[in-house]
């Protein structure tokens, strides 16, 4: 069933032409598979490897936060596809739900930021 609507999501990722679709659910549960990947993944940037594991991991690699895992690209789909990619990095600003202003990395600068979401929202990507 997750596989036929992870399947669903994306496909209408990829063919939905509405903007909003307030249907989608915010929250997408990852399966044991996601929670296991999303603890071994870190980013292959050097420069981005040390900030994720200082600043996101704790949140981003960690299952019951409400945090959207990392590498778990159905989680991701539909908070870039309501917000876009600037949405997101003025979610990171602001800060949102439980996550705090700047997510931890008060020196982090907005392309580190759009990197980290490129990482992070893409299934599987070490
Ligand atoms: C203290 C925990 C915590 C930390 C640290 C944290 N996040 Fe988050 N993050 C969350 C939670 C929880 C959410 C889901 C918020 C919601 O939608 O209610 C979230 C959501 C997000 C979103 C989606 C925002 C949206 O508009 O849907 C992005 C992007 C994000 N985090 C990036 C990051 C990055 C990059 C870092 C590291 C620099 C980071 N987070 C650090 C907890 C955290």
Known sequence: MRILWTTLLMACAAACT??????????????EAHIALAET??????????????????CHALDGLGAPLTGHAAAWAPRLE?????GLLGSIH???????????CADCTDDNFRALIEFMSTEGQS
């Not at 509405?18 to 399966?31: G, L, M, R, Y």
């Open 41 to 58: 993944l870190t980013p292959a940037d050097p420069t981005l490897a040390p900030i994720y594991d200082r600043s996101c991991r704790a």
């Open 82 to 86: 309501e917000r876009g990619m600037e």
């Open 94 to 104: 602001a800060g949102r739900g439980a996550m705090p202003s700047m997510g931890y």
């Open 18 to 31: 509405q903007p909003a679709n307030k249907s989608v659910p915010e929250t997408i549960e990852p399966d």
